[in-house]
């Protein structure tokens, strides 16, 4: 962009108000070696400034686009002023940002702003999987959900609370792949219970074969020595023995759980897979 990156959520809603901001941002993300059609890949476009977008000289359908044109923001009428700061806002977020709070701060309605959040959320997950995690990896699980005793007796009825829940909560997951020069892979699955046969099917599923494989005590990961370099550590005598140890999977669960908790305050479980991601 002409002028550094915004700080501060109220330099990004002044940045993004302007038009010309707004399509040299969109443009050196999306034609860094210039604008192409987006149909045909032609790089002879021209620039029509009274309906704000291009035109391609060759014949064909869909030979006008626009900055939005193939892009998250195409069938919405809201425009790049209010998308792009809501962009910035969940960028730099570090426990999420809540629908809330970002229809008060662009001016939008809560289904509005619920609506943006989703739809930012998608386009920043990692597209590619990345095949198998391997090397060092943790595997840990969690459960996500209010207290029982906060619940009322009807809800607490609905949740069907039994054995193979945690006070009615919802059993998740978690892969993590060290890496010690840069980020972690981290990879998540809502499963029905924590049983032997459901843990090792995911670690099978995810896992390279002959990997590191670190988990607590529980006894459903009792088998995983028979496929991985498999090492435990006992929650209940250290939490970390050397490399073994699942702080990396404790901390993601620390932040998702602050997330949720702080700032979301409550989720359904159909929509749970979008805030894990």
């Known amino acids: 962009m002409g002028m550094s990156a915004p700080k501060t959520l109220l330099d990004a809603v002044k940045h ?3 038009f010309d901001n707004c399509k040299e941002f969109m443009v050196s993300r999306r034609w860094p070696n210039g604008v192409t059609c987006p149909t045909c890949g032609s790089e002879s476009v021209y620039w029509d400034s009274s309906r704000k977008g291009w035109e391609c ?11 939005k044109t193939g892009t998250i923001f195409e069938d919405s009428p809201i425009g790049l002023d209010k998308w792009l700061p809501v962009v910035w806002m969940i960028a730099n977020a ?22 943006m959040l989703q739809r930012i959320r998608l386009a920043m997950q990692d597209s590619s999987d990345g095949g198998k ?18 619940m009322h007796a009807s809800k607490r009825e609905a949740m069907r609370m039994g054995r193979r829940t ?26 029905p219970n924590v049983r032997k046969h459901r843990l090792m099917t995911e670690v ?23 496929m991985y370099q498999h090492q435990v550590v006992d929650h209940a005598e250290t939490y970390v023995d050397g490399q073994v140890h699942t702080n990396g999977l404790e901390s993601f669960w620390s932040l998702l759980k602050r997330g949720i908790k702080g700032t979301y305050m409550a989720i359904e479980r159909f929509h749970l897979f979008r805030y894990l991601d």
């Open 166 to 191: 945690v006070r009615g909560k919802i059993a998740v997951m978690g892969l993590l792949e060290r890496n010690g020069e840069g980020a972690s892979r981290v990879k998540t699955a809502i499963v």
């Open 57 to 67: 000289k060759t014949r064909h359908e869909r030979r006008k686009f626009t900055l």
């Open 16 to 18: 993004f108000a302007v």
């Open 133 to 150: 995690l391997g090397g060092e990896v943790e595997v840990d699980e969690t459960y996500i959900g209010g207290k029982a005793r906060n």
């Open 204 to 226: 099978m599923d995810r896992v390279e074969e002959g990997s590191a494989v670190y988990t607590d005590a529980l006894k459903s990961y009792s088998d995983l020595g028979l």
């Open 94 to 115: 570090k426990n999420g940002i809540s629908s809330h709070e970002v229809a008060r701060a662009i001016g939008v309605t809560q289904k509005t702003a619920w609506f």
